[in-house]
């Protein structure tokens, strides 16, 4: 019995049983389909059905050689002339092109175009339709304005894929056939050197046939290829055909004495095959006017940019046609290296010069449609996939530093195995990986991705014995400013406290001689000194509970980053632990530490574990470290993510008039990405992110109409900006942009005012775009998440306010209550909808 295969796929002599129940149930399918939509008056009444049918498959079985594939074409016929047509493609609804109307309208089907479809549908996923008739619906479907969009977008899907189900995968099938009967024949035992030899040549012929036949199949079925279904069948064809003529259908031996070569052949038919397959697929990709005709690596990126370089050139005279039909092919391949290669890296000044091939200054430069329909592929190629090449690649930067950090780590693990004692190896060993771990840290939180990866790319190239010496230099020369102004920052914040509530602290005692603590080491114990040791000093006002908070983060930041910190005594750092840890045992004794918030406590406690591991080199320093590396990459991603899916938002999706602005905008406010890093970004205090907000209000202002302009560069006003026109422009952006904003980067205001005045403004968005919600899935879904993000800080409000009545009195109490009405009446007005959109709203809730 042979392989099972799908009815629309069968491909064998003969019909196995799983095939024979595939076709009953498209039999009954098919029944279902005609019972219920008799195209025409004189159709076929269903009760004579089945007798047609059995008539029409006895005519089949009374032939001689006809297969599973015959029968599937006979039932295909049969079910077009069931429905009442000739050909499957006449299903396809008439094209409406007309411009004046509108999508919205365009989408509107009446029921007999509904009824065609269904069928159409029902054809496409259960009969083997002629490659003709694919080809005609893809075109007719293409030809819509909307067939990137329902119902349109399924029926593509579906010739798609009977396409390859039906065709391409049978083709390939005999492909890998053929390269599976010469990998065995290959097996088998050697006679003599000589067949050894050619053996050897003829497996290296045979990797390179597979590798360069791969690449014209996936240049086949590229998206910009140009090539209907017929057209990449009549080339599978001839790949056979030159396949059958080299002699490899016949035994090994003979096979090969075809290909050897004689004295009047320069070529192996194999050879010639190789060739022709490579020219093929340069055919259909094109490619660069300097890269080699026969060497495969032409998508390298030097290729591409030599390419780009010399397009500006061509603005100082109109090209000759012989100069554009030159040109006709590298746009291809431009276009096929951009679509294929999504991460690779560009500068800022190597994206300025595509910015420039893409101006409008370049109109009319060119005259050949051909190259003109390629010139905006490629645009609408780069800039679709400009967030790609702009930010995928810093956050892979990551990756790469992870492996250098290991294979450092490996040397110099070995190094100290082979020149320190084994009494000392541990010890100098984890010295070492601390070091290694606090410029990790160190690097993730102050520099950008790429200028981290650049750094440890550098340190890779030195020697294992200059590890340790640079490691410490490198820190204090690119760290050590950066350090102080942290260290300056938390003073500053501190002596704010200690005026405001009469703080005295005795200070960091001078040293008396021998060790000397580095004036960095001195200031952070201060600070921690006087935060543990002085009066009042924790104990200060409930407002001020968050700054005291922020002050203990920071300061166990610059614990973990302090160097110095490696060469430190313990015996120096000892006395002031002990001295902390009996004020904060007075302070429970008295009832004190149990009046500081948990933030507070909680940070007091990190504080003196990091002091007392970076000069104990515990083990637990190196896990602290590790996850503050973590943490500062996430963030960083997560930052990086933010803004790719803003630009992605902006771009892809068309929502401004000229897309390209978007990307100009971006790679001028963004550069190289300097100062995208969790230290500006401010990632470790709080989850606002003010730095990316100033660059998207800048990016936005830049492209966006000057009526939604943000007047200020926080959330805050960039929400108001988003929200307060009541244009119909730009509905989507801005309804995704302001849930963005509410989601991530704004936090629950403290008054009832503020949340009113977003729900005035969200209703009075929603109304704008009026009866088009129910047309238009996506601005629905878009619109029902703003509005949840909104309930989200209305539910946040509420909570806080509640927590109020336990700690109050009863007056108290009765205006919280009155705030709280009033909050859930404006809940009320934004849930007062249908019961279905509300349950929607509370399931995006949940989400949040």
Not at 116 to 131: I, M
Not at 368 to 373: C, G, N, S
Not at 571 to 588: D, G, N, V
Request: proline residues 2%.
């Amino acid at each position: 019995m042979t392989t099972a295969t799908s009815v629309r796929g069968g491909n064998k002599d003969y019909p196995d049983e799983t095939m024979i129940q595939s076709q009953v149930l498209t039999l009954n399918g098919l029944l279902q389909c005609c019972s219920l939509h008799l195209t025409t008056p004189d159709g076929v009444p269903v009760a004579t059905f089945f007798d047609e049918l059995m008539e029409k498959l006895k005519n089949i079985s009374g032939n001689e050689g006809k297969t599973g594939d015959d029968v599937n074409v006979a039932l295909t016929d049969f079910a077009c002339r069931q429905i009442g047509i000739d050909k499957v493609r006449d299903l396809m609804p008439i094209s409406n092109t007309a411009s004046s109307v509108s999508p919205a309208n365009q989408m509107a089907l009446n029921v007999d175009d509904e009824q065609r479809l269904e069928k159409l549908r029902f054809l496409l996923s259960h009969t083997k339709v002629d490659v003709d008739d694919l080809d005609a619906i893809r075109s007719a479907v293409e030809k819509r304005k909307t067939f990137h969009k329902e119902p349109y977008k399924t029926i593509y899907s579906l010739a798609e894929q009977a396409f390859i189900n039906c065709y391409w995968t049978r083709e390939w099938e005999s492909y890998y056939d053929f390269l599976k009967e010469i990998k065995e024949s290959q097996n088998r035992p050697n006679k003599s050197l000589s067949e050894v030899l050619d053996k050897a040549e003829l497996h290296g012929q045979l990797n390179e046939l597979q590798k360069v036949v791969e690449r014209l199949k996936a240049a086949l079925m590229w998206t910009h290829s140009g090539k209907s279904y017929k057209e990449m069948m009549e080339v599978c064809t001839k790949l056979k055909e030159k396949l059958d003529t080299s002699g490899w259908k016949g035994k090994f031996s003979a096979a090969w004495a075809k290909l050897k070569r004689s004295s009047d052949e320069k070529e192996t038919p194999l050879v010639k095959c190789i060739n022709w397959a490579r020219e093929q697929e340069r055919n259909i990709v094109g490619f660069f006017e300097d890269s080699h005709k026969d060497l495969p690596e032409t998508n390298s990126k030097d290729y591409f940019m030599s390419f780009v370089f010399r397009l500006p050139n061509n603005k100082i005279h109109q090209p000759s046609k012989s100069d554009e039909k030159s040109m006709v092919p590298q746009f291809r391949k431009a276009l096929h290296y951009l679509d294929r290669n999504k991460q690779v890296p560009f500068t800022v000044s190597e994206m300025k010069e595509f910015h420039e091939v893409f101006s409008k200054t370049r109109e009319g430069i060119f005259n050949d449609e051909t190259i003109l329909r390629d010139q905006a592929k490629l645009k609408n190629e780069y800039v679709e996939s400009y967030a790609d090449h702009h930010f995928l690649r810093w956050i892979d930067s990551y990756k790469k530093i992870a492996l250098i950090q290991e294979k450092i780590s490996t040397q110099w693990e070995s190094c100290s195995t082979d020149s320190d004692k084994a009494s000392q190896q541990a010890k100098v060993m984890r010295r070492k990986n601390i070091l290694l771990n606090r410029y990790a840290a160190l690097t993730t939180f102050f520099l950008s991705p790429q200028k981290c990866h650049e750094e440890w790319r550098s340190l890779q190239e030195l020697k294992v014995d200059e590890l340790d010496q640079q490691l410490r230099t490198r820190v204090s020369n690119t760290f050590g400013n950066r350090i102080q102004q942290m260290i300056g920052d938390v003073e500053a914040a501190l002596n704010q406290i200690k005026e405001g509530d009469n703080v005295q602290s005795d200070g960091i005692a001078e040293d008396g001689g021998g060790e000397t603590l580095c004036t960095e080491t001195k200031r952070c114990l201060s600070i921690v000194d006087t935060l543990l040791t002085s009066s009042n000093c924790l104990l200060v006002k409930k407002e001020l509970s968050s700054t005291i908070s922020t002050i203990l983060s920071d300061v166990e930041l610059l614990f973990e980053y302090l160097v110095e910190l490696d060469d430190t005594n313990a015996e120096r750092i000892t006395p002031y632990l002990e001295k902390w840890r009996t004020s904060l045992a007075t302070m429970e004794e008295t009832g004190n530490l149990l009046k500081l918030s948990a933030d507070v406590r909680r940070g007091v406690a990190n504080v003196l574990d990091i002091a007392n591991w970076s000069t104990t080199s515990d083990d637990r320093l190196l896990e602290t470290l590790n996850r503050r590396t973590k943490q500062n990459r996430e963030n960083m991603t997560n930052a990086l993510q933010r803004q790719k899916t803003f630009i992605e938002l902006l771009t892809r999706e068309r929502l401004m008039d000229d897309v390209l602005s978007v990307v100009n905008a971006s790679v001028f406010y963004l550069g190289e990405g300097e100062d995208l890093n969790p230290s500006s970004l401010c990632c470790h205090k709080n989850h606002n992110l003010p730095l990316l907000i100033q660059k998207q209000v800048d990016i936005w202002n830049e492209c966006a109409p000057a009526e939604f302009h943000s007047n200020g560069k926080d959330a805050l006003a960039f929400l108001d900006a988003l929200l307060s026109s009541t244009s119909e422009k730009l509905l989507k952006a801005r309804a995704s942009l302001a849930s963005e904003l509410l989601v991530h980067h704004i936090d629950t205001p403290e008054t009832v005012d503020v949340l009113e005045r977003w729900t005035k403004r969200i209703n009075e968005f929603v109304v704008t775009f009026g009866t088009n919600m129910d047309s238009d899935e996506e601005m629905a879904s878009r619109v029902i998440e703003l509005q949840a993000s909104l309930i989200a800080h209305f539910h946040v409000f509420q909570t806080r306010n509640l927590s109020l009545f336990a700690e109050t009195n009863k007056l108290h109490a009765k205006i919280n209550s009155k705030i709280v009405t009033e909050q859930l009446t404006v809940l009320a007005r934004v849930l007062g909808k249908s019961k279905t959109e509300s349950n929607c709203l509370l399931t995006h809730i949940n989400a949040i």
